[in-house]
């Protein structure tokens, strides 16, 4: 089958690999409908995450339509569409049964070295590095689904692609993240990012009873979208300081919750740090960046919750722990438990009629995707979200 093979550093190719077979009377085997781009795969594609090889299967965001199956499996049959999420648990392990399926002991064949950097393994994960378990991705032709009698869920009749495919990932990311922040009614909710992420945490801090919400971000078309769509007040970090304008909006109290949806890739305006670090990437050290962290921290009011979905692959420098004691803050952050959001939040779209597709700006065959990674990565094109239809 074709697949979108990580080969390294800004080196993502369509390569012809073996097709997934039936390793597990639990496993289905899945023909990939729709996939998508996640903001997570770039920090495989800009060299971020270690324990990745040449010629891994990348992606986490796939659906599609059951072609085989387990003997074990007995709540789907052959032709059933269905969304995967990128989480894989057993569903019956400590943290399973607790609806922590993203911590799952028993789906990561590799814990041992995940818990050496870790402490103790999460869950194994679709097309993300060898130590959260080597699994092959869905950015391909087929996909191999283990424990799949847990993991995905059935698209009803008459729902398209497009509008369940972000139930695999970013949708019920978006919305643990807002669930995290302990939202009571009338909060002031800022969002760090616009991307897709963000864009579903925005949406999802209104569902949860927010007063107001302002999305900071220097990305025009991203921007745009949080304010058009979103509903929200926006911040363009490169023109405003981010920290005078929340507290002159807040009266000086600073936002009830703070969400960090960017991650190991964030950038600051006009930061010393920032340059050092560029620096540091133009030689391929990559490093995690803590500043949209650290300013969510700064401008969070005393007594308040800072929300942590944006991905993280190292240790932080900089990280303003005595702002955290001083002020008194919660940090929730954690991979998102899937299997507890997704049969809820697709009640959203059918029953309530919520559409998450307004996303989606570019859709491409499994033979663009080493160009929109490209495209993707660099901001260009307006591009905010890609899904691929093999």
Not at 198 to 205: K, R, Y
Not at 345 to 369: N, W
Request: charged share 25%.
């Amino acid at each position: 089958m074709k697949a979108i093979c990580w080969h390294g550093r800004h080196d993502v190719r369509v390569d012809n690999v073996d097709d997934p077979k039936i390793e597990d009377p639990r496993d289905v085997i899945i023909k990939i409908t729709s996939s998508g781009i996640c903001g997570s795969d770039l920090h495989l594609y800009n060299g971020y995450m270690p324990t990745m090889k040449a010629g891994d299967v990348i992606g986490h965001e796939p659906m599609g339509e059951i072609v085989e199956l387990g003997n074990a499996i007995t709540k789907f049959k052959k032709g059933d569409r269905v969304v995967v999420p990128f989480t894989i648990s057993c569903g019956s392990c400590f943290f399973c049964d607790r609806d922590l399926y993203s911590l799952c002991d028993e789906s990561n064949p590799n814990a041992a070295q995940a818990a050496e950097v870790l402490g103790q393994s999460p869950a194994g994960l679709f097309g993300f590095s060898h130590m959260l378990g080597g699994f092959p991705g869905g950015q391909a032709e087929y996909l191999r689904v283990p424990y799949a009698d847990v993991g995905p869920i059935k698209v009803p009749e008459g729902i398209d692609d497009d509008q369940v495919v972000f139930l695999s990932d970013i949708f019920p990311t978006g919305y643990m993240a807002a669930e995290n922040c302990g939202i009571e009614p009338g909060d002031t909710v800022a969002v760090w990012g616009c991307g897709p992420v963000a864009q579903f945490a925005i949406q999802s801090a209104w569902m949860l009873g927010a007063g107001r919400v302002i999305a900071i971000d220097r990305v025009p078309e991203r921007l745009a979208l949080a304010k058009s769509k979103g509903r929200a007040e926006v911040i363009d970090f490169e023109q405003t300081n981010v920290y005078e304008k929340l507290m002159e909006m807040t009266s000086g109290r600073g936002p009830d919750r703070c969400i960090d949806a960017v991650g190991a890739e964030s950038h600051a305006a006009g930061s010393v740090q920032e340059t050092v670090d560029d620096l540091r990437e133009a030689a391929h050290v990559p490093a995690n960046h803590p500043y949209s962290l650290a300013e969510a921290i700064k401008c969070c009011r005393k007594g308040g919750t800072v929300s942590v979905p944006g991905v993280y692959t190292d240790n932080l420098n900089g990280m303003p722990m005595s702002a955290v004691m001083n002020k008194g803050l919660t940090i929730k952050s954690g991979q998102t438990h899937m299997q507890h959001y997704m049969e809820p939040l697709l009640k959203r779209i059918v029953d309530d009629g919520f559409d998450p597709s307004f996303i989606i700006t570019h859709r491409a065959r499994l033979e663009d995707a080493p160009d929109l990674y490209k495209t993707f990565e660099a901001r260009e094109d307006g591009c905010i979200k890609v899904v691929l239809k093999p």
